[in-house]
Nanobody, 124 residues
Framework: QVQLVESGGGLVQTGGSLRLSCAAS????????MGWFRRAPGKEREFVAA????????YYADSVKGRFTISRDNAKKMVYLQMNSLKPEDTAVYYC?????????????????WGQGTQVTVSS
């Protein structure tokens, strides 16, 4: 089992920044990659970013490229999502997730473990 706990959400104005954190515990040695997804009101959950645990290779959704940065600290078992130049359309619940085997990191169903989510609200 892998447990994930997100933190760092909140209310920010358009153009502002937030950094989300995800603390992983349990059998983290079995994790291939970590991802961030989000669900906006009335919409499906969508991929935001992912990073491989060993090599730190990042992947981003087109909608956040150049604004968001994903990183990880293996020693601390932490994954971060630095969000800059935030827009109202970034408002959503953000979820941290872990994938054990699949190499397709943009697909929600491939992830094995999920956190409870943290709310991000961007005011206009």
């Amino acid at each position: 089992q892998v447990q994930l706990v997100e933190s760092g959400g909140g209310l920010v104005q358009t153009g502002g920044s937030l950094r989300l954190s995800c603390a992983a515990s349990g059998r983290t040695f079995s994790v291939y990659a970590m991802g961030w997804f989000r669900r906006a009101p009335g919409k499906e959950r969508e991929f935001v970013a992912a990073i491989t645990w060993s090599f730190g290779s990042p992947y981003y959704a087109d909608s956040v490229k150049g604004r968001f940065t994903i990183s990880r600290d293996n020693a601390k078992k932490m994954v971060y999502l630095q969000m800059n130049s935030l827009k109202p359309e970034d408002t959503a619940v953000y979820y941290c997730a872990a994938v054990l085997r699949s190499r397709v990191l943009t697909t929600e169903r491939n992830y094995d473990y999920w956190g409870q989510g943290t709310q991000v609200t961007v005011s206009s």
